[in-house]
Protein backbone atom coordinates (compact mmCIF):
# COMPACT_ATOMS: atom_id res chain seq x y z
CA UNK A 1 0.00 0.00 0.00
CA UNK A 2 1.10 3.22 -0.33
CA UNK A 3 1.98 5.55 2.27
CA UNK A 4 1.85 9.64 2.66
CA UNK A 5 2.87 11.14 -0.61
CA UNK A 6 4.43 14.50 -0.80
CA UNK A 7 5.56 16.25 -3.52
CA UNK A 8 7.24 18.21 -4.56
CA UNK A 9 10.87 15.76 -3.02
CA UNK A 10 12.72 19.12 -3.04
CA UNK A 11 12.10 22.45 -3.70
CA UNK A 12 14.14 25.27 -4.83
CA UNK A 13 12.61 29.10 -4.98
CA UNK A 14 13.72 32.69 -4.98
CA UNK A 15 12.39 34.94 -2.02
CA UNK A 16 9.20 36.36 -3.18
CA UNK A 17 8.10 33.64 -4.76
CA UNK A 18 5.16 31.89 -3.75
CA UNK A 19 5.69 27.85 -3.00
CA UNK A 20 3.10 25.35 -2.98
CA UNK A 21 3.48 21.75 -0.73
CA UNK A 22 1.44 19.31 -2.17
CA UNK A 23 0.07 16.08 0.12
CA UNK A 24 -1.55 13.06 -0.59
CA UNK A 25 -2.36 10.86 2.93
CA UNK A 26 -3.10 7.29 3.09
CA UNK A 27 -6.70 6.63 2.23
CA UNK A 28 -9.05 5.95 5.28
CA UNK A 29 -7.60 8.24 7.90
CA UNK A 30 -9.33 10.86 9.29
CA UNK A 31 -6.22 13.26 10.41
CA UNK A 32 -3.51 15.38 8.76
CA UNK A 33 -0.53 16.92 9.78
CA UNK A 34 1.42 19.77 8.82
CA UNK A 35 5.11 19.68 9.96
CA UNK A 36 8.46 21.97 9.72
CA UNK A 37 12.03 20.75 10.79
CA UNK A 38 14.86 22.53 11.28
CA UNK A 39 17.98 22.25 13.26
CA UNK A 40 17.03 25.42 15.16
CA UNK A 41 13.93 24.12 16.27
CA UNK A 42 13.50 20.56 15.80
CA UNK A 43 10.04 19.44 14.54
CA UNK A 44 7.38 21.93 15.01
CA UNK A 45 3.06 20.92 14.05
CA UNK A 46 1.76 23.99 11.48
CA UNK A 47 -1.80 22.91 10.98
CA UNK A 48 -3.75 19.50 11.53
CA UNK A 49 -6.84 18.50 10.00
CA UNK A 50 -9.78 16.27 10.50
CA UNK A 51 -12.22 15.17 8.63
CA UNK A 52 -10.86 17.53 5.73
CA UNK A 53 -11.71 20.49 8.85
CA UNK A 54 -8.50 22.92 10.01
CA UNK A 55 -8.54 21.90 13.90
CA UNK A 56 -5.73 23.65 15.06
CA UNK A 57 -3.30 26.12 13.22
CA UNK A 58 -2.11 28.40 16.40
CA UNK A 59 1.49 26.83 14.79
CA UNK A 60 1.44 28.50 11.22
CA UNK A 61 4.15 30.86 12.18
CA UNK A 62 2.30 34.03 10.29
CA UNK A 63 -0.59 34.98 7.56
CA UNK A 64 2.44 34.49 4.49
CA UNK A 65 1.87 30.34 5.33
CA UNK A 66 -1.91 28.95 4.21
CA UNK A 67 -3.08 25.46 4.60
CA UNK A 68 -5.77 23.77 2.36
CA UNK A 69 -7.73 20.19 2.39
CA UNK A 70 -10.39 20.30 -0.33
CA UNK A 71 -11.06 17.01 -0.07
CA UNK A 72 -9.91 13.62 1.67
CA UNK A 73 -6.95 12.54 -0.29
CA UNK A 74 -4.97 15.98 -1.27
CA UNK A 75 -3.99 18.76 1.16
CA UNK A 76 -1.47 21.80 0.21
CA UNK A 77 0.48 24.08 2.36
CA UNK A 78 1.36 27.56 1.05
CA UNK A 79 3.76 30.39 1.13
CA UNK A 80 3.39 33.49 0.18
CA UNK A 81 6.21 35.36 0.15
CA UNK A 82 8.60 32.95 1.05
CA UNK A 83 11.37 34.42 2.71
CA UNK A 84 14.97 32.32 3.41
CA UNK A 85 13.75 32.06 6.97
CA UNK A 86 10.90 29.64 5.53
CA UNK A 87 13.65 27.20 4.53
CA UNK A 88 13.79 23.45 6.61
CA UNK A 89 12.00 20.15 5.56
CA UNK A 90 8.41 19.78 5.44
CA UNK A 91 6.81 16.56 6.19
CA UNK A 92 3.00 15.94 5.89
CA UNK A 93 1.50 13.25 8.20
CA UNK A 94 -1.60 11.12 8.73
CA UNK A 95 -3.33 8.84 11.08
CA UNK A 96 -6.81 7.15 11.39
CA UNK A 97 -9.10 8.88 14.21
CA UNK A 98 -8.50 6.32 16.96
CA UNK A 99 -6.66 7.18 20.02
CA UNK A 100 -2.98 7.18 20.31
CA UNK A 101 -3.13 5.86 17.08
CA UNK A 102 0.53 6.35 14.82
CA UNK A 103 1.31 8.91 12.50
CA UNK A 104 2.65 8.13 9.60
CA UNK A 105 4.85 10.77 8.19
CA UNK A 106 6.03 11.49 4.57
CA UNK A 107 9.24 12.22 2.80
CA UNK A 108 9.39 15.52 3.13
CA UNK A 109 9.45 18.18 0.92
CA UNK A 110 13.23 20.12 1.42
CA UNK A 111 12.78 23.62 1.15
CA UNK A 112 15.44 25.60 -0.19
CA UNK A 113 14.58 29.72 -0.16
CA UNK A 114 17.32 31.82 -1.96
CA UNK B 1 3.29 25.63 26.83
CA UNK B 2 4.27 21.84 26.92
CA UNK B 3 8.15 21.00 26.26
CA UNK B 4 10.02 18.23 25.99
CA UNK B 5 13.84 18.00 26.31
CA UNK B 6 15.65 15.21 24.92
CA UNK B 7 19.42 14.22 26.51
CA UNK B 8 22.02 13.77 25.07
CA UNK B 9 21.58 15.60 21.76
CA UNK B 10 24.51 13.97 19.90
CA UNK B 11 25.73 10.50 20.90
CA UNK B 12 28.12 8.94 19.42
CA UNK B 13 29.61 5.16 20.40
CA UNK B 14 30.99 2.25 19.52
CA UNK B 15 29.07 -1.23 18.20
CA UNK B 16 28.00 -2.95 20.69
CA UNK B 17 28.19 -0.93 23.98
CA UNK B 18 24.95 0.12 25.71
CA UNK B 19 22.67 4.17 26.02
CA UNK B 20 19.86 5.64 27.37
CA UNK B 21 17.96 8.42 26.15
CA UNK B 22 16.02 10.69 28.04
CA UNK B 23 12.72 12.47 27.58
CA UNK B 24 11.46 15.33 29.99
CA UNK B 25 9.04 17.63 30.91
CA UNK B 26 7.01 19.47 33.49
CA UNK B 27 4.53 18.59 32.10
CA UNK B 28 1.97 15.64 32.30
CA UNK B 29 1.35 13.71 29.00
CA UNK B 30 -1.42 10.98 28.39
CA UNK B 31 0.55 9.00 25.94
CA UNK B 32 4.86 9.60 24.69
CA UNK B 33 5.54 8.19 21.54
CA UNK B 34 9.06 7.79 20.15
CA UNK B 35 9.79 7.95 16.98
CA UNK B 36 13.09 6.95 14.51
CA UNK B 37 14.01 9.04 11.68
CA UNK B 38 16.43 8.41 8.98
CA UNK B 39 18.13 10.57 6.54
CA UNK B 40 16.06 11.78 3.80
CA UNK B 41 13.06 10.20 5.63
CA UNK B 42 9.79 10.97 7.96
CA UNK B 43 9.78 9.62 11.41
CA UNK B 44 8.47 6.33 12.13
CA UNK B 45 7.05 5.11 15.35
CA UNK B 46 8.85 2.48 17.24
CA UNK B 47 6.17 2.30 20.56
CA UNK B 48 3.71 4.14 22.17
CA UNK B 49 3.45 4.44 26.25
CA UNK B 50 -0.02 5.33 27.84
CA UNK B 51 0.48 4.00 31.57
CA UNK B 52 2.69 5.59 34.07
CA UNK B 53 5.49 3.15 35.18
CA UNK B 54 4.68 1.07 31.80
CA UNK B 55 8.25 -0.94 30.41
CA UNK B 56 7.90 -1.86 26.57
CA UNK B 57 10.15 -4.13 24.89
CA UNK B 58 11.18 -3.99 21.04
CA UNK B 59 14.18 -6.74 20.60
CA UNK B 60 17.23 -4.39 21.77
CA UNK B 61 15.18 -1.73 23.24
CA UNK B 62 13.70 -0.48 25.92
CA UNK B 63 11.15 1.97 26.86
CA UNK B 64 9.63 3.21 29.59
CA UNK B 65 7.36 5.91 30.90
CA UNK B 66 7.77 7.70 33.86
CA UNK B 67 5.54 6.94 36.63
CA UNK B 68 4.13 10.64 36.93
CA UNK B 69 3.75 10.55 32.82
CA UNK B 70 6.20 13.58 32.83
CA UNK B 71 9.09 11.80 31.36
CA UNK B 72 10.56 8.82 29.34
CA UNK B 73 13.73 6.97 28.55
CA UNK B 74 14.77 4.69 25.86
CA UNK B 75 17.30 2.12 26.40
CA UNK B 76 19.36 0.35 23.39
CA UNK B 77 21.16 -2.92 24.62
CA UNK B 78 24.49 -3.83 22.61
CA UNK B 79 23.53 -1.13 19.72
CA UNK B 80 24.49 -1.88 15.68
CA UNK B 81 25.20 0.29 13.45
CA UNK B 82 21.87 -0.04 11.80
CA UNK B 83 20.61 1.78 15.26
CA UNK B 84 21.79 5.06 13.36
CA UNK B 85 19.69 7.93 13.33
CA UNK B 86 17.40 10.84 14.91
CA UNK B 87 15.66 8.81 17.88
CA UNK B 88 12.44 11.77 19.09
CA UNK B 89 9.68 11.67 21.47
CA UNK B 90 6.79 13.19 21.29
CA UNK B 91 4.17 13.87 24.11
CA UNK B 92 0.78 14.02 23.43
CA UNK B 93 -2.39 15.58 25.86
CA UNK B 94 -5.35 14.70 23.42
CA UNK B 95 -5.31 11.46 22.76
CA UNK B 96 -2.42 11.58 20.56
CA UNK B 97 -3.71 13.93 17.89
CA UNK B 98 -1.51 16.45 18.86
CA UNK B 99 1.76 15.82 18.94
CA UNK B 100 4.72 17.95 20.72
CA UNK B 101 8.88 16.75 19.73
CA UNK B 102 11.40 17.10 21.40
CA UNK B 103 14.57 18.35 19.60
CA UNK B 104 15.60 14.79 19.34
CA UNK B 105 19.06 12.73 19.81
CA UNK B 106 21.13 11.61 16.97
CA UNK B 107 23.04 8.30 17.59
CA UNK B 108 25.56 7.27 15.37
CA UNK B 109 26.87 3.80 16.22
CA UNK B 110 30.59 2.82 14.92
CA UNK B 111 31.49 -0.35 14.12
Known amino acids: DAGVIQSPRHEVTEMGQEVTLRCKPI?????LFWYRQTMMRGLELLIY????????DSGMPEDRFSAKMPNASFSTLKIQPSEPRDSAVYFC????????????FGPGTRLTVL | TQLLEQSPQFLSIQEGENLTVYCNSS?????LQWYRQEPGEGPVLLVT?????EVKKLKRLTFQFGDARKDSSLHITAAQPGDTGLYLC???????????FGQGTRLTINP
Open chain 1, 93 to 104: ASKTGTSFGTQY
Open chain 1, 27 to 31: SGHDY
Open chain 1, 49 to 56: FNNNVPID
Open chain 2, 27 to 31: SVFSS
Open chain 2, 49 to 53: VVTGG
Open chain 2, 90 to 100: AGDTQGAQKLV
